[in-house]
């Protein structure tokens, strides 16, 4: 063998024998740190991220059988979950889910509006409940039916603030300090003014959100705007465009200030923010700036702000689709009710509110809120309540924020409870020229009465 392969066969068994030692050498490392390279292979996936638990309160895992059970849940409406968007989809499958797993059905019963609450409270009364979950309205829940130990306090099952609205069982459905009612739509209904921007554009008026933009939509400025759209176009001597649609807006004056008829078991007539709202409602109608009335129900007003001439016109959020339907020549919007001076900010309100309650004679309502909790604890795709609603119905990026603002602060208007309050006869007194002072003395000891009636004096 000649020198340079002894060399080159004298180099390989060098480099084969070094790298053997380094390959033991990092075996030994590992081994000294009780982690072989399998080990490390085991590590790394149990380093995987895990899927993360809920940031809120979930209630844990219950494991129950219903015995093939027929939930009966009971509305004025088919509350059955539509798969109109992706959320009500995950709602739909994890009922299936549901069923399945604890061996029940659900069958959605609708009963028409105006025998709702007469045959539901008979059937209360009775003690055989037409539902196991029945929708119902606070104005003749509170106090009346809890008071006579007709329906489960649900407030210990309500705590998934993903799954229920807190605000509704904590403070808007109560009594004595228990929540009855509950709902998993955590949208408030939105109330405002809805108004005809085209209308407002051919009359040359100031654009109705730079009010709201400057912070000057207050009660003054308003009225200066249903005043300056009431004109006489033609030249005929009569009017053929109003500001105003609705005649009456006891409900909206006491909303935007703040304040009710009532306050718990007592009237609330003595109240600065009350008196100020009655005194703005008597303005408005004894000064005649509405559209005068043709004699029709409580839709005429929606029906004069469809025919176009009509600038403004109060109302719920509920009422944009038929609008929009009626009115498809029409640009419209929407703002917030303008601010009373008692308040510093834009509220909405509910005068027949109502949230879904479980009767005392039906068994186990914890499985039943558990099972409305894990139907409703979904990972929504939208980034507020309402988006969905909102953004099919305008186009407007204002109207969807003042619709959002509004909806914030709601509060409930509870003279509705009280069937003997004369009502609609104290309002038409306030509108009828008499001083508000007269009507008020006059009235706090009816309205008294009738809240006692309901109470019991207590």
């Not at 700036?289 to 469809?306: A, S, V």
């Amino acid at each position: 063998m000649d020198r340079r392969k002894l060399l080159l066969s004298l180099f390989l068994c060098f480099l084969f024998v070094f790298l053997v030692a380094c390959n033991n050498n990092d075996e030994s490392v590992n081994n000294d740190t009780g982690n072989t390279n399998e080990e490390n292979d085991q590590d790394t996936e149990n380093d995987a991220p895990e899927e993360s638990e809920a940031d809120y309160y979930q209630t844990p895992e219950m494991d129950f059988d219903l015995g093939g059970k027929t939930i009966k849940i009971v509305s004025w409406w088919d509350m059955t979950i539509p798969d109109d968007n992706p959320d009500n989809i995950q709602r739909r499958e994890n009922l299936e889910a549901l069923m399945e797993k604890h061996n029940f059905k659900v069958e959605y019963i609708a009963i028409d509006y105006g025998e709702y609450q007469e045959k539901v409270t008979a059937s209360l009364i009775a003690g055989e409940p037409i539902g196991d979950i029945v929708r119902l309205g606070k104005t003749y829940t509170v106090p009346a039916l809890v008071k006579q130990d007709l329906l489960w306090p649900i407030d210990e099952y309500t705590k998934n603030p993903n799954a229920f609205n807190q605000n509704m069982t904590s403070n808007l459905y109560t009594y004595e300090g228990k929540g009855y009612g509950f709902t998993e739509d955590h949208k408030n209904l939105a109330q405002g003014i809805f108004y005809n921007r085209t209308l407002m554009n051919e009359l040359g008026l100031k654009p109705l959100q730079e009010y709201v933009d400057e912070d000057n939509w207050n009660w003054d400025t308003f009225l200066e705007v249903a005043k300056a759209a009431n004109k006489d176009t033609n030249n005929d001597g009569k009017l053929d465009t109003w500001g105003l649609a609705n005649a009456s807006l006891m409900q909206f004056a006491l909303m935007s200030n703040n304040t009710d008829l009532v306050k718990g078991n007592e009237h609330n007539l003595d109240d600065p923010a009350t008196i100020e709202a009655l005194e703005f409602e008597s303005q408005l109608v004894t000064e005649q700036i509405p559209r005068p009335t043709e004699g029709g129900d409580w839709t005429e007003p929606g029906q004069f702000f469809r025919q176009g001439n009509t600038l403004m016109y109060a109302g719920a959020d509920w009422e944009i689709d038929g609008l929009s339907t009626d009115m498809p020549d029409y640009d419209i919007g929407f703002i917030p009710f303008p601010k009373g001076p008692s308040v510093d900010k834009y509220y909405s309100a509910e005068a027949l509110l109502q949230a879904l309650t479980i009767p005392k004679t039906v068994e186990n309502p914890e499985q039943l809120m558990y099972i409305w909790e894990k139907i409703n604890d979904i990972e929504s795709i939208y980034d507020y309540p309402g988006q969905a609603s909102y953004e099919s119905h305008y186009t407007n990026e204002e109207d969807i924020n003042n619709l959002r603002m509004v909806s914030e602060n709601l509060l409930v208007l509870d003279y509705n409870t009280y069937p003997n309050l004369g009502y609609y006869d104290f309002v038409a007194e306030i509108g009828s020229g008499t001083s508000v002072s007269t009507v008020v003395e006059k009235y706090k000891p009816l309205f008294q009465s009738a809240i006692d009636e309901v109470w019991g004096g207590n």
